[in-house]
Protein backbone atom coordinates (compact mmCIF):
# COMPACT_ATOMS: atom_id res chain seq x y z
CA UNK A 1 0.00 0.00 0.00
CA UNK A 2 1.65 3.32 -1.13
CA UNK A 3 -0.15 6.56 0.80
CA UNK A 4 0.40 9.80 -0.61
CA UNK A 5 -0.83 13.17 2.30
CA UNK A 6 -1.79 16.58 0.87
CA UNK A 7 -3.57 19.98 2.00
CA UNK A 8 -0.80 20.68 4.75
CA UNK A 9 -0.26 24.37 5.57
CA UNK A 10 -0.20 27.38 7.65
CA UNK A 11 -3.12 28.68 9.32
CA UNK A 12 -4.31 30.77 12.42
CA UNK A 13 -5.66 29.51 15.33
CA UNK A 14 -8.92 29.33 15.35
CA UNK A 15 -9.10 28.08 11.81
CA UNK A 16 -9.41 25.03 9.78
CA UNK A 17 -7.26 22.56 7.27
CA UNK A 18 -8.02 19.12 5.21
CA UNK A 19 -5.72 16.81 4.97
CA UNK A 20 -6.18 13.96 1.99
CA UNK A 21 -4.50 10.57 1.84
CA UNK A 22 -4.27 8.77 -1.05
CA UNK A 23 -4.18 5.09 -1.39
CA UNK A 24 -2.64 2.92 -3.91
CA UNK A 25 -1.39 -0.57 -4.37
CA UNK A 26 -4.15 -2.39 -2.47
CA UNK A 27 -7.31 -3.17 -1.83
CA UNK A 28 -8.64 -1.09 1.56
CA UNK A 29 -11.33 -3.26 2.72
CA UNK A 30 -9.21 -4.94 5.81
CA UNK A 31 -7.45 -1.96 6.85
CA UNK A 32 -7.47 0.33 9.70
CA UNK A 33 -6.87 4.12 8.50
CA UNK A 34 -5.42 6.40 10.55
CA UNK A 35 -3.59 9.75 11.34
CA UNK A 36 -0.54 10.54 13.54
CA UNK A 37 1.23 13.36 14.65
CA UNK A 38 4.53 14.17 15.14
CA UNK A 39 6.01 17.72 16.57
CA UNK A 40 9.62 18.57 16.88
CA UNK A 41 11.41 16.76 19.47
CA UNK A 42 8.35 14.94 20.28
CA UNK A 43 7.22 11.45 19.69
CA UNK A 44 4.83 10.38 16.88
CA UNK A 45 1.19 10.11 18.49
CA UNK A 46 -2.16 9.02 17.60
CA UNK A 47 -4.56 11.19 16.43
CA UNK A 48 -7.61 9.94 15.11
CA UNK A 49 -8.60 6.09 13.08
CA UNK A 50 -11.18 4.82 11.22
CA UNK A 51 -12.21 1.31 9.64
CA UNK A 52 -12.26 1.48 6.11
CA UNK A 53 -14.97 -1.21 5.48
CA UNK A 54 -17.40 -0.01 8.40
CA UNK A 55 -16.34 3.30 8.70
CA UNK A 56 -16.12 3.40 12.84
CA UNK A 57 -14.17 5.76 14.14
CA UNK A 58 -12.36 6.30 17.34
CA UNK A 59 -10.03 9.41 18.20
CA UNK A 60 -7.35 11.11 20.82
CA UNK A 61 -9.28 12.97 23.58
CA UNK A 62 -6.36 16.12 22.35
CA UNK A 63 -8.88 16.38 19.03
CA UNK A 64 -12.12 15.07 19.96
CA UNK A 65 -14.79 17.35 18.89
CA UNK A 66 -12.35 19.16 16.76
CA UNK A 67 -11.06 16.85 14.30
CA UNK A 68 -13.15 14.38 12.12
CA UNK A 69 -11.70 11.39 9.63
CA UNK A 70 -13.59 10.13 6.70
CA UNK A 71 -13.32 8.46 3.66
CA UNK A 72 -14.12 8.04 0.07
CA UNK A 73 -13.94 4.70 -1.53
CA UNK A 74 -14.57 6.27 -4.99
CA UNK A 75 -10.94 7.74 -4.67
CA UNK A 76 -9.40 5.42 -2.54
CA UNK A 77 -9.21 8.67 -0.14
CA UNK A 78 -8.93 9.39 3.45
CA UNK A 79 -9.39 12.80 4.74
CA UNK A 80 -8.61 14.97 8.10
CA UNK A 81 -10.84 17.70 8.27
CA UNK A 82 -9.22 19.77 11.63
CA UNK A 83 -11.30 22.47 12.92
CA UNK A 84 -10.65 25.25 15.64
CA UNK A 85 -7.24 24.69 15.09
CA UNK A 86 -4.74 25.51 18.38
CA UNK A 87 -1.02 26.57 18.19
CA UNK A 88 -0.18 23.00 19.79
CA UNK A 89 -1.69 20.70 16.74
CA UNK A 90 1.06 21.93 14.94
CA UNK A 91 3.03 18.58 14.03
CA UNK A 92 3.73 17.31 10.51
CA UNK A 93 0.65 15.19 10.17
CA UNK A 94 1.28 11.19 8.82
CA UNK A 95 -1.30 8.85 7.31
CA UNK A 96 -0.62 5.01 7.78
CA UNK A 97 -2.87 1.90 7.74
CA UNK A 98 -2.98 -1.04 9.63
CA UNK A 99 -4.81 -4.35 10.51
CA UNK A 100 -5.78 -3.60 14.20
CA UNK A 101 -9.16 -1.49 14.64
CA UNK A 102 -8.65 0.70 17.51
CA UNK A 103 -5.16 0.69 18.08
CA UNK A 104 -2.92 3.78 19.02
CA UNK A 105 0.76 2.42 18.51
CA UNK A 106 2.54 3.49 15.56
CA UNK A 107 4.63 0.41 15.49
CA UNK A 108 1.16 -1.47 14.87
CA UNK A 109 0.32 0.49 11.83
CA UNK A 110 1.88 -0.88 8.86
CA UNK A 111 2.26 1.32 5.66
CA UNK A 112 3.05 5.13 6.09
CA UNK A 113 3.05 8.07 4.11
CA UNK A 114 5.40 10.94 3.28
CA UNK A 115 3.98 13.07 5.85
CA UNK A 116 2.16 16.68 5.37
CA UNK A 117 3.50 19.90 7.53
CA UNK A 118 0.63 21.60 9.62
CA UNK A 119 1.52 25.06 10.98
CA UNK A 120 -0.68 26.74 13.39
CA UNK A 121 -0.14 30.12 14.22
CA UNK A 122 -1.21 32.45 17.65
Known amino acids: VQLVESGGGLVQAGGSLRLSCVASGDSLSRYVMGWFRQAPGKEREFVVG????????YWDDSVKGRFTISRDAAVNTVYLQMNVLKPEDTAVYFC????????????????WGQGAQVTVSS
Open 96 to 111: AAGLIFGSIWPYQYLY
Open 50 to 57: ISWSAGST
